[in-house]
C-alpha cells in the first residue's frame, strides 16, 4: 500500500504575444517559481503538432487559455482533445510546435512529475482515489510537500495543512464525509474528491476531463456549480460531450475537429457555427 501511494504521488486572446525562445527557467529540477502569467495568459500552445503512425491527432493546433479563465473544450471523438492534454502535461510529446506555461516555463522541455510541480493538475475521467483510506486521508496524501514514505509514516500534519485541507472539503462540498473511507463514496462524490486532491496541490491549471460522465442530474448540478467557483482562483478547462452541462458552465467553448480549432466562441455562438453543426451537433 505505501509503495502504490508513494508511486500516485511522485510523480489568451489571438493576439496574445507568446514567449520567447530561451526564457525556461532553469535549475536543479528546472521548476523553481511559477509561471509568469503578466501578460495575462496561462497557456500558449502553438502549432502543436502530433502524429501516430501517419495519423495525425493535432495538426498544427494553437490554443491560449487567459488567467483565471473556465474553458470548454468540445468535438468528436478523434478530435485531438485528449492527446491536447497529453502534451500539456508531458505525457506525449509533439512533432513540432511549443508549449509555453506563462511566459517562463517551456513545457516541452519538463517531465510529467516537474510540469505537476510547476501548477498544473489533471483529473481524468474515471476518479482514482484510495477507497480504504478517510476522505481527509486522501487529500492529506495528495498535499504537495514531501511525499517521502519517512514523512507519510512518522511526520503529523500540521495546522496550516489541517486547515487548507478543511477549506477544501468545503470547496468540494465533502466536508461532512471527511472521516469515511473514500470506497464509500457516490460516483460523483468521488469525483469531487478527485478534484479536491488536485486543489491541496495549488495549481494555477486544471485539466479536468467528462467531469459529469456517469452522474445523476443532482451531481452534475452540483458539479457545475464547483467548477465555476473555480474560475477566477484558477484557470480551468473543461472537456465535455454533454452540451446541456457545457452550456450551464461556459463562458468560451473551442471546438476541435480534426486536430485543430473549428471555432471558438460563447456556447451561442458555436452552436450556430454551421461547420460546428455539420461536423458534430448534426451528427
Known sequence: MIRAVMERFSGRSRSATPPRTGE???GGSRVESGPDASRGVILYLEDITVSFDGFRALNALTLYIEVGELRCIIGPNGAGKTTMMDVITGKTRPDTGSAWFGQTIDLLALTEP??????????????TVFERHSVFENLELAMAGDKSVWRWLFARTTAAEREQIDAV????GL??????PAGALSHGQKQWLEIGMLLVQ??????VDEPVAGMTPQETERTAELLGSLAGRHSVIVVEHDMEFVRSIA?????LHEGSVLAEGSIDEVQNDPRVIEVYLGV
Do not use: Y
Not at 516537474?114 to 476518479?127: D, H, L, S, T, W
Not at 472539503?169 to 468540494?172: D, G, H, Q, R
Not at 495549488?202 to 485539466?207: H, V
Not at 463562458?251 to 471546438?255: I, L, S
Open 24 to 26: 525556461l527557467l532553469s
Open 114 to 127: 516537474e510540469i505537476a510541480q510547476a501548477g498544473i493538475g489533471r483529473k481524468f475521467q474515471k476518479p
Open 169 to 172: 472539503l468545503e470547496t468540494v
Open 175 to 180: 466536508q461532512d464525509r471527511r472521516e469515511e
Open 202 to 207: 495549488e495549481p494555477q491549471l486544471l485539466l
Open 251 to 255: 463562458r468560451k467553448v473551442t471546438v
